[in-house]
């Protein structure tokens, strides 16, 4: 054999070698990226997520992908039910067993990332950021929020008591694009009558002799966890404009099918924007 042929034959051998190694690599490239980038968990898709979020991870997309069918899973059968205030109270923490047509309809539904909704900050490489999300098939809304590394393209958990990157949470009554349900946070253990009463808060009203009525968001007592609602009146002492505030907020309370004996009221009686006293109450 001369030396031309042995040339071309170890020539040969090593771009077979090269081809190899490639042809490895890229089977090995293919493997890993189908295994970030299909989960196996119910999801709901964000059909225009990609126009928000760049250079998100897929692993991250298909977190908040997840976390939107758990908050479906979680209120779908609160958006069908209509249920007392009684009934609803006793129930709001318990788990709901959907047929699997039930599941089938909410992955089937897709989400979109509502328009001027999309927020996200980037500090020394952590993405972290928030949007809603409307499920028009369902009629459901959610609060996702998330945080992302740059560094290492993984997630990173929201603060220190929390396991995954990414939340789905309810949203407040101003936000809802959809009729009211009694919306649960899917990633909390429990949910109190006052997480409910939150999302239906602020409250404005005014009585028949213009007496302005008012409430914020719940708030807990400094020597306690227990929770209350401070309702502000402007009765100037009148008792009867005080009785009829409180009667307006449990009309509102039941509105939304929630039983007004689940809270507690402080009642700052107020004249020209000053507190002349404070009355405690249980509704």
Known sequence: MNDALKDKL????????????????????IAAFLKLGNSSNPRIIITNLDDYVGK??????????EATYRAAEVNYQNTKNSTTSETA??????PQILT???????????????????????TNGI?????????????????????WSELNRTSTPINATSSTSVSANC???????????????????????????????????????SSLVSAQKSQEYYA???????????????????????????????KYQLNPSDYILEIRDKCNGKTLKYLKQNL
């Open 171 to 209: 949203l407040p009554l101003n936000d809802l694009i959809y009729p009211y349900f009694k919306c649960q946070n899917p990633f909390s253990e429990t949910t109190s009558a006052y997480d409910l009463v939150d999302n239906i808060l602020p409250f404005y009203e005014y009585t028949a002799n």
């Open 10 to 29: 170890k020539k040969d051998k090593k771009l077979i070698i090269i081809a190899i190694g490639i042809f490895i690599l890229l089977i090995i490239f």
């Open 89 to 94: 109270s006793q129930n709001q923490s318990a």
């Open 127 to 147: 993405h972290s950021g928030s949007f809603i999300v409307d499920i028009e098939k369902l009629e459901l809304s959610f609060k996702i929020t998330y945080d």
């Open 100 to 122: 699997d047509d039930q599941k089938r309809e909410i992955t089937s539904a897709t989400g979109v990332v509502r328009e001027n909704s999309f927020l996200e900050s980037v």
């Open 224 to 254: 306690s966890s227990d929770r209350y609602i401070e309702l502000d009146i402007e009765s100037c002492s009148n008792t009867s404009e005080i009785e009829e505030g409180i009667k307006l907020f449990k009309t509102y309370l039941e």
């Open 56 to 65: 998100m991870p897929v692993t991250t997309k298909n977190e908040i992908f």
